[in-house]
Every structure is written in structure tokens, then in C-alpha cells.
């Protein structure tokens, strides 16, 4: 008889993307950012006295959630942060489903949203998306038994992002909580977090580890109708968010520049993959997140592409799932990068069509 509830013993388990201690990769696969995060961050670590540690940090994280929200011309109550938007992922299950009810999610998309309903002890409600990877219009009826909805815009691991009128329409039409992932969003061309304001059912979740270049770090925010987030916060861990993490990311907001600047260099070097792979023969997906989802040519299957890429030294990510075990997710470097990685694509496919 096991210890643990049966709901627990039956599942896998989320697998996060391998994170080899060996330097000798260059990691393309879980969307890292290539460059260093903002001075800013450099100079608030450096200054920060480990004596401030023998006290417990702030459980609200008010003055950085009130760091967060100000752009948007909104107060902290609109704002909740997290120990990474997996984190923020988690409280949202075990806030707005009920153990026995059921969580919707659009498929292929982000394969943590099923183990969570998974663990919640859910049914899980997958919505197929369309031939362009986009949520289909009848998305808010096919989630109807669901009281939470989770869309992922740019989506991972296509990169696309569907139109916004039609994401505020599933808002509108579906009765629960519509949770909209915006971890790509700062690469992406718009984004929906007006949406917060627009309607009351909308959660919107961004995440420091991508555009901002905190992956280590551990910090996401979600921003919603203070009435959710009011919900949230009692659902939270009381501390889920380290000092230091509250002092970094304070750093991190205070200086959006260098992230942008960040942005704009990973959407260029996106472009110039994209059209080196598309010139080798690959069918690459349009992309508005920092990685592309790409098919290589009849020459080489994408699993054993992405073997033969580890062997030289590139890390990029394969998933053995329907729709998209033909592609390769390969997440964006430095310039300096790509042109090592698409020489070894070249390699590659010379010796699979020798
Ligand atoms: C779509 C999506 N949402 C959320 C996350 C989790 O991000 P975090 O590092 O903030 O937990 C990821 C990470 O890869 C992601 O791809």
C-alpha cells in the first residue's frame, strides 16, 4: 500500500529540461537568456549585507509588486509575485480548482499544465490547437466543465502568439478564470496585459528567467483584478519569496533598458536563424518568443538531429509528442552562437545525405 495519495503514485511527474553541469554545452534548450541580467542586479548583490538574512523577508513582496504594477498605472494589489511563474502556475490550480473538478489547457503547449491537474487531484479538459498552433474560436465552450483555463501566449513550444481580439473573446466568452502565460511576451511584437483591466476573469503571468536573464533567480509575477489576486495570496506559501530575490528583481524593473536592449539583440539573431535554417532546407515556425520550433529537412529525423547536435556539443530540446516530434526547439544565443550551431547543422546533414 504506498504512502503517498494515489493521485500522486499514478503520475510521472513533470521532467524539466536537462541542466547538464558539464559547461562544455552550448544550452539551446530550456530558453535561457544568453546575456547577463542588468548591472543593476550586479551592484544590489554586491551590496547586499548577509546580516539582513537573520530576519524573514517581506511575505508580501509589497515594494516590489508596487514596482511592478506602476507602469501599468495600477497599485500593488493588482500584483502577485512568485518563486518563478511555476510557482504562480501552482497557486492558481490549487486557488480556482477544486480537488474532483478540472483544469483546461491548450495542446502542445507548455507540458507543465496537465501534471498540475494531475496533482490537484483534476481532470484535465486539453483543447487541441488549430492548424496554425492557434487556440481554436470555440476554445471557451470545449472548456466549459473547467474552472480554470490556461493559454500560453507567445506559446511554448510553437512561438507563435495567437491574435489578441481573439484570446479576449475566449475571455469573454468563458465563465471561469482565464490565466494567459505571458513568460515570452517582452520578445513578442504586443502583449495582452491590458486584458487585466478589461475584463475579471484575466490573469496574466510574466516570468524573470527569459527576457530578464533570472532564470537562476526564481522570481515570476502575475497581474489580475485585486479581488484574485486577494485569493492568491492566501493560497501562496507565507514566504514564498526569498530577500534576496525581493532586492534583485527590484534591480531587474529599475532598469528595463538593458533587458530590452537584451530583447531586441535575441530578435535580430532570431531573424538570421531563422533564414540560415530556412536556407538549409528547415520549415521554421514564425516566431515571437526567444527560441524557434523548427523541421529539418527529410535528410535527417528531428530526433536523431538532436542527438547528433548533443555530440557536438549543442544542447536544443526534442519532444516525443504528437504535432511536434518532427521538430527540433532550439532556443535563441548570442550571434556568436548560432553561427557555430548552424555549422553543425550543415555538418550534420552533409553526413546524413553522404
Ligand atoms: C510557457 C512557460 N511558462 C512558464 C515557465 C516557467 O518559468 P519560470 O522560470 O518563471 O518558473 C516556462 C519555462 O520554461 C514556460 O516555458
Not at 532546407?281 to 524557434?292: E, K, R
Amino acid at each position: 500500500m504506498p504512502l503517498a495519495r494515489s493521485a500522486i503514485v499514478r503520475i510521472a511527474g513533470y521532467t524539466p529540461g536537462e541542466q547538464p553541469r558539464d559547461r562544455r554545452y552550448v544550452k539551446l534548450n530550456t530558453n535561457e537568456n544568453p546575456y547577463p541580467p542588468s548591472p543593476r542586479v550586479a551592484a544590489a548583490l554586491r551590496s547586499f549585507d548577509p546580516a539582513r538574512l537573520r530576519l524573514y523577508s517581506d511575505p508580501l513582496a509589497t515594494e516590489l509588486r508596487r514596482a511592478a504594477a506602476k507602469p501599468l498605472g495600477l497599485g500593488p494589489e493588482w500584483a502577485i509575485a512568485g518563486n518563478g511563474s511555476d510557482d504562480l502556475l501552482t497557486i492558481a490550480v490549487r486557488t480556482f480548482v477544486d480537488q474532483g473538478g478540472a483544469l483546461a489547457y491548450t495542446e502542445p503547449s507548455y507540458s507543465l499544465y496537465p501534471v498540475l491537474a494531475d496533482i490537484q487531484g483534476a481532470t484535465r479538459v486539453p483543447i487541441a490547437l488549430d492548424a496554425h498552433f492557434d487556440p481554436p474560436a470555440d476554445t471557451a465552450a470545449r472548456a466549459a466543465r473547467a474552472s480554470l483555463l490556461i493559454l500560453c501566449r507567445p506559446n511554448a513550444p510553437t512561438g507563435n502568439a495567437c491574435a489578441r481580439e481573439s484570446l479576449a473573446a475566449i475571455c469573454r466568452d468563458f465563465p471561469g478564470v482565464v490565466w494567459i502565460d505571458e513568460a515570452y511576451a517582452d520578445f513578442a511584437e504586443d502583449n495582452c496585459l491590458d486584458f487585466v483591466q478589461r475584463f475579471p476573469n484575466v490573469v496574466v503571468s510574466r516570468t524573470f528567467s527569459k527576457s530578464y536573464s533570472l532564470a537562476g533567480l526564481r522570481l515570476g509575477l502575475a497581474f489580475a483584478p485585486p479581488d484574485l489576486i486577494a485569493e492568491m495570496m492566501k493560497v501562496k506559501d507565507s514566504y514564498n519569496l526569498d530577500m534576496l530575490t525581493q532586492v534583485l528583481g527590484l534591480a531587474a524593473l529599475e532598469d528595463r533598458d538593458t533587458m530590452l536592449g537584451n530583447v531586441q539583440r535575441i530578435r535580430a539573431t532570431r531573424g538570421r536563424l531563422t533564414a540560415a535554417l530556412e536556407a538549409m532546407g528547415f520549415a521554421v515556425l514564425p516566431s515571437q518568443a526567444n527560441f524557434i520550433l523548427a523541421r529539418p529537412p527529410s535528410a535527417i529525423a528531428a530526433g536523431a538531429l538532436f542527438r547528433a547536435l548533443r555530440e557536438r556539443g549543442y544542447l536544443v530540446r526534442y519532444f516525443d509528442l504528437d504535432r511536434v516530434r518532427d521538430y527540433i526547439r532550439i532556443t535563441i544565443g548570442t550571434d556568436e552562437e548560432m553561427d557555430g550551431f548552424v555549422q553543425a547543422v550543415g555538418a550534420i546533414l552533409g553526413q546524413a545525405a553522404g
